[in-house]
């Protein structure tokens, strides 16, 4: 049984070979509507496609009903993004790690959005991020670990407040039980010395954004 979900979003994907590296074997592969289209070129098919389907050309959505593919149609007229039904569906399937592709670049509304609806409390004891392969986001609220190589940079941004008691390891400027606020940008750009990063806190809630220097 797959431990991990995978959700492609409709948004820019610039470089397609680092997404195919992310993913595994076993993963289940939903589409956020247009999503479909980074699957396909990547010579994949969805389990899943979902939302209000407008971005779906017809005849992408021939070959996927003939493929057996499900569809979960919901109206034009609603509240969510496609990519919140998305992971709204993906939450029903009980699996803890979730990985969301193509939801950072292209517009900034849809970015900033997209990086919002990982802060839900529901989301809390998932391991949830957006990640094109280059560049990864998330949040922690306590203890986390950033995976990479030495030279990869990696910043950290509090969110909606300040974040307070933050110890990190294996970064070249450390923090050493301190505090970070919004207006300020000291978490910015930093570099990883070794394979594993580590950042904890004891309040608040911080983004962690990791980009890649080197394509693995």
């Known amino acids: 049984m797959s431990e991990r979900v995978i959700i492609f979003a409709n948004g820019s994907l610039a470089d397609t070979q680092s997404v195919r590296r992310l993913i ?7 589409a956020a509507d247009g999503g479909t289209r980074h699957l396909l070129a990547l010579g994949r098919i969805p389990s899943v496609i979902i939302g209000d389907l407008d971005s779906l050309p017809p005849n992408i959505r ?31 399937r009980d699996l803890r790690e979730i990985v969301i592709v193509a939801a950072l ?44 190589e030495a030279g990869d940079v990696v910043s950290l941004i509090p969110w909606g407040g300040p974040v307070t008691g933050i110890v990190t390891e294996m970064l070249r400027w450390p923090l050493q039980g301190e505090m970070l606020t919004p207006e300020k940008t000291r978490g910015i750009s930093n ?15 911080l983004l962690v954004i990791h980009r890649r220097q080197h394509k693995s």
Do not use: W
């Open 105 to 148: 670049g292209g517009r900034l509304d849809q970015t900033l959005g997209n990086l919002a609806l990982l802060t839900d409390h529901r989301l809390s004891t998932f391991d949830i991020r957006l990640d094109d392969g280059v560049e990864e986001a998330f949040f922690t609220r306590g203890i986390c670990r950033v995976r990479g």
């Open 24 to 30: 595994g074997p076993e993963d289940v592969l939903l």
């Open 62 to 92: 021939r070959s996927m009903e003939r493929a057996g593919v499900s569809m979960v149609e919901h109206p034009r007229d609603k509240n969510e993004t496609d990519l919140e039904l998305a992971l709204d569906y993906a939450l029903g």
């Open 191 to 205: 570099e990883m010395l070794g394979d594993v990063a580590g950042v904890s806190l004891e309040s608040g809630l």
